[in-house]
């Protein structure tokens, strides 16, 4: 009876090996021929005049508008706006052969992209000490060479009336995060391909620059 209880044990941790490896393999490296390369990724503060793409996001969680629409610098309007991201996207193939050029076959079509925060502090909770998680979609493909731009929501606008972010505007406070950014999309042969990036933002009432 020991005998058989010693071997069902090996044979059940071979069988955990087995499947943890298989799945490591393939998240390691998928079907695709190609893979997905982030080059940059940069975030635009929003705002009625927007400033320009940034490696690190100064993310204002209110704004004074003070034109437009009845709002003047004397009665200015409080609004929330959301803060766009732009990752620059290109394609590296796995095994390259001399001589051998990619196909139209594998061009890659993004169509979703994630976005999740977290803090260096590890205060992770999500609605408490960061903004929720967001899935959001996107159309653009991405050639066999040369490289293409795709513009994303980076922080909602929804999530600037939320708890972290919403307290901001009267505590005084700044809350540092990081961004991970997954871009998912598929070649035209049906290969799923994923890539992820990072981008450092700062949430604070900043006032109005």
């Known amino acids: 009876m020991r005998r058989m209880r010693i071997i069902t044990r090996i044979m059940t941790a071979a069988v ?5 490896t298989s799945c490591g393999t393939a998240v390691r490296t998928g079907s695709a021929a190609m893979f997905l390369s982030i080059d940059s990724l940069a975030g635009r503060r929003g705002a009625a005049s927007p400033g320009q793409p940034s490696a690190t996001l100064v993310s204002d969680v209110l704004t004074l508008v003070t034109n437009g629409g009845g709002c003047t610098t004397a009665a200015p309007c409080p609004t929330v706006f959301g803060d766009s991201g732009t990752a620059s996207l290109r394609l590296v193939p796995k095994n390259p052969i001399s001589g051998t050029d990619p196909s139209t076959t594998n061009e890659v079509t993004i169509s979703r992209v994630h976005v999740e925060y977290r803090r260096t502090d590890g205060r992770n ?6 903004p929720f998680a967001y899935d959001t979609f996107v159309t653009a493909v991405v050639p066999t060479s040369g490289s293409v731009d795709v513009s994303f929501e980076l922080v909602r606008s929804q999530a600037k009336v939320e708890t972290p972010l919403v307290q901001l505007v009267n505590n ?3 809350i540092g995060a990081v961004a991970d950014v997954t871009l998912y999309g598929s070649d035209r042969a049906g290969n799923a391909i994923s890539a992820t990036g990072s981008i450092q933002i700062e949430f604070a009432n900043f006032g109005d620059f």
């Not at 955990?16 to 943890?20: E, G, K």
């Not at 909770?125 to 960061?130: F, M, R």
């Open 172 to 174: 005084g406070q700044v």
């Open 125 to 130: 909770t999500q609605g408490v000490d960061v």
């Open 16 to 20: 955990l090996v087995t499947a943890t």
